[in-house]
Nanobody
């Protein structure tokens, strides 16, 4: 199983970006997808996710500005980021819990990370 993330880049404060992440490979089921980020010198933190069958959750720092969505038919998760701030600068990682066999429990997978830089 692979998670391929895309959509990062350089944006000015107040701007917008949309991140995409597609899971591929031997997938029997996906049980939650989301996004984390890691800024320089800081630990990785949850940005937003959609737990299995649940409601989207957001960190307090991005509530009202970011929107996470999932397309089950495409095994994909998206992160719409608006009103970006310099403190949003980080490497963003997609995350998913995926079952790869009918008798297996879901395992956690990570994408390769995509850099988002918010600067003038």
């Amino acid at each position: 199983v692979q998670l391929q993330a895309s959509g990062g880049g350089l944006v000015q404060p107040g701007g917008s970006l949309r991140l995409s992440c597609e899971a591929s490979g031997r997938i029997f089921g996906i049980y939650g997808m989301g996004w984390y980020r890691q800024a320089p010198g800081k630990e990785r933190e949850l940005v937003a996710n959609i737990p299995d069958g649940g409601i989207a959750r957001y960190s307090e720092s991005v509530k009202g500005r970011f929107t996470v969505s999932q397309d089950n038919a495409k095994n994909s998760v998206y992160l719409e980021m608006n009103s970006l701030k310099p403190e949003d600068t980080a490497v963003y990682y997609c995350n998913a819990w995926i079952r790869t066999g009918s008798l297996r429990v879901p395992d956690e997978y990570w994408g390769q990370g995509t850099l988002v830089t918010v600067s003038r």
